[in-house]
């Protein structure tokens, strides 16, 4: 088992097709420096998970420091899909830009197909991380 970053919708009923998203957990780092050098959002930005649901995975409750209630961030579809796209036609170009170029362009290829299907029917979404 290993770590994994899926996207998660605020519309439990919405149907898509899903990557288990290792390629880019191996690449995270140098997808955000990537993005980052190219200008747009480090995906790391669209991470999202409620604290509760963090506190579930780990096995302990979580308490934050700053009173805040620590609930899920959710993101437009349009956000995101304009980030992958433009990571999916960086890594195109110039695949030996990071590691495993292909893998990580099929998963991020796979959020941009979820993402457009989430705009399609009005949901919003976030980046989750599983162990």
Known sequence: MGVAYY????NETLEVDYTDGKSV?????ELNALAEEIGVSPLEQFMGQSMDDIG???????EM????????AWFEP??????????IAELKANPKRIRSASAVADDLESYCAALQTAHAQGAKWHLAIDF
Request: glycine letters at 12%.
């Open 7 to 10: 996207i998660e919708f605020d």
């Open 25 to 29: 957990a191996k690449a995270m780092d």
């Open 56 to 62: 579930d995975m780990l096995g302990e409750d979580i």
């Open 65 to 72: 420091d700053d009173g805040s209630d620590g609930a899920a």
């Open 78 to 87: 349009a956000e995101g899909i304009t980030v992958l796209e433009r990571l």
